[in-house]
């Protein structure tokens, strides 16, 4: 049996909200910058009333948690986290890369996917991953933020014979060397319909639930991370 979830993405710089229920979905996106706090709960109310349902009809909640915008990111979180609370709700989380990443598969499931993210600072956050078994995927690059430089050097240590397509919104970094790669045509980024998407495909979707106060957000750079708990800390001493 399917479950019915809510999921929210803020991750770039638009923001989105999707739910599935009884095999009908409902969505809103929004991209307008920088506004993410005003738009993502009337989104989330929005299609609640549209399916007719609250928040009791739910078995979780789910989550793109980065990386992305550490604004966005932090701000969805934050309302996953409400949400969940206040309805008793687990929430799964999945990363905009692995979102891309699926999306990038499903139009060419015989090459390995590189979905790009701009870090800004000169910086990009990848991964790779290929198709594996049971519609599942398989990291073959861990998720990582790193300069131009080092993806281009990595992208050049794939194997000879790996054919590899990239897309995301890093793909118009002109700095970057793409080399032999197939570019993705179509828009790609992470939303929450995509995340639902990417969700069903998980055979572990069960396993992959958590208490909404142990869900953290992915930065994946480890200074932010430890400054922004640094604060925390000193502020609540």
């Not at 993502?40 to 793109?64: F, I, K, T």
């Not at 300069?147 to 700095?175: H, R, T, W």
């Amino acid at each position: 049996m399917s479950l019915s979830l809510l999921g929210l993405d803020a991750s770039g710089d638009g923001c989105s909200v999707a739910l599935q229920i009884q095999g009908q979905r409902f969505e809103r996106r929004e991209h307008t910058a920088r506004a993410h706090a005003q738009h993502l709960l009337p989104m989330v109310d929005a299609v609640m009333r549209e399916a007719g349902v609250g928040l009791n009809s739910l078995d979780a909640l789910a989550l793109v948690h980065g990386p992305g915008s550490f604004t966005g990111v932090r701000i969805a979180l934050s309302v996953a986290q409400g949400l969940a609370f206040g309805a008793g709700l687990p929430i799964v989380c999945l990363s905009s890369l692995e979102v891309m990443a699926r999306q990038l598969l499903a139009a060419y499931p015989q090459h390995v996917a590189v979905p790009l993210l701009d870090a800004r600072m000169k910086e990009v956050y990848f991964a790779a991953y290929a198709s594996g078994a049971d519609g599942g995927v398989e990291p073959v690059i861990a998720a990582q933020v790193c300069d131009y430089a080092e993806f281009s050097a990595q992208l050049a240590a794939l194997p000879a014979q790996c054919d590899y397509v990239l897309g995301g919104p890093g793909c118009g970094i002109e700095a970057l060397q793409f080399g032999d790669a197939t570019l993705y045509a179509g828009e790609l980024e992470p939303h929450a319909s995509a995340l639902l998407d990417a969700l069903a495909q998980r055979s572990d979707l069960s396993q992959m639930m958590q208490d909404a106060a142990t869900v953290e957000p992915l930065y994946l750079r480890n200074e932010v991370t430890w400054q922004k708990r640094t604060r925390i800390r000193s502020e609540s001493l």
